[in-house]
């Protein structure tokens, strides 16, 4: 049986201050969450990682859901939204980077913590309320600029239409894992997302 870590003696430590020991304290909860899963997430154990005092963590992120929240943020970077001047080719390369993101370390943990969601409601609000300030979404933002050249209808931007094509990459991901064939990115994008946006 392993020995439990050492008590950190936060005296001899460095003194980092802001986006340095933001990025330490949430590299720490990555680990964190990819060792143990949010229902086991210790806010003081991630103080322990990044090496740094507890208060440091609560002050910042006073608990689990929102620092699981501001890691979703930051890792990995915001997709950049590509102009090709055709829907077909934008729609595809969006999906080809939130897959590429799904085969990162947010994959390592997006299916625990969808499992946790489902029965901690406080995750759930969570969740929520980051996907709703992460408007406009990328595939919102194809749309838009699709609307504008008349190659979709005008109704394409609602939540309901630019956010089929991610879920259906999404529910690959928890059944299949990752890669994501681009088979399957191309027959999202032909088969669904396409026919219910053009006009």
Partial sequence: MANPEPSVDHRTLSRRRGRELDDAI????????????????????????????????????????????ALLSRLPDRIEVPDTGDLREDLLAVLRAFAKRLAGPLGK???????????????????????????????????????????????ATELSAATVGPALVREHFLLHGAPIPEAVLVDIVDNTVLPLVRP
């Fill in 109 to 155: 943990v997006m299916p625990g913590l969808f499992a946790d969601s489902i029965k901690d409601p406080e995750l759930r609000d969570a969740f929520r309320a980051h996907i709703l300030a992460s408007r406009p979404m990328p595939t919102q933002q194809v749309l838009q600029r699709a609307i504008e050249r008349g190659q979709a209808r005008s109704s």
């Fill in 26 to 69: 949430l590299d720490a909860a990555l680990e964190e969450l990819t060792e143990y899963g949010y229902a086991a997430f210790s806010l003081d154990r991630v103080a322990e990682r990044a090496r740094t005092g507890k208060t440091s963590v609560y002050k910042r992120w006073p608990g689990r859901p929102e620092i699981v929240i």
